[in-house]
């Protein structure tokens, strides 16, 4: 599975952005996809994640109202809408995905392919 993440840039904080996740090689409709993100330093963090046919998301409390996922199947595509962004969104963004990856509304897993990441800069 090959995962392309874009939309990444520099807003100022209150601002919106769209990330998006192309995923090839495989059939997406079948596979779980998640976003975490790293800022220097420190691991990678998952922030959110949508399970096959969007039957359960999960949002870590640090963006929990505030960002949106989605997916549309028919273009293999997963997204992220992050709404009144923060300086502490500050961060490279990463989409992650595999089959049967754990995600419920309760928490996510880490699946084993990776995008490239796009990077988020959120100025105050």
């Known amino acids: 599975v090959q995962l392309q993440a874009f939309g990444g840039g520099l807003k100022q904080a209150g601002g919106s952005l769209r990330l998006s996740c192309a995923a090839s090689g495989s059939t997406s409709s079948s596979l779980t996809f998640g976003w975490f993100r790293q800022t220097p330093g420190k691991g990678r963090d998952g922030i959110s994640c949508?399970?096959?046919?969007?039957?359960?998301?999960f949002y870590s409390t640090s963006v929990k109202d505030r960002f949106a996922i989605s997916r549309d199947d028919a273009k293999s595509t997963v997204y992220l809408q992050m709404n009144s962004l923060k300086p502490d969104d500050t961060a490279v963004y990463y989409c992650n995905t595999a089959k049967d990856v754990y995600c419920t509304e309760y928490g996510m897993g880490i699946g084993g392919y990776w995008g490239q990441g796009t990077l988020v800069t959120v100025s105050s």
């Open positions: 949508i399970s096959t046919k969007a039957g359960a998301t």
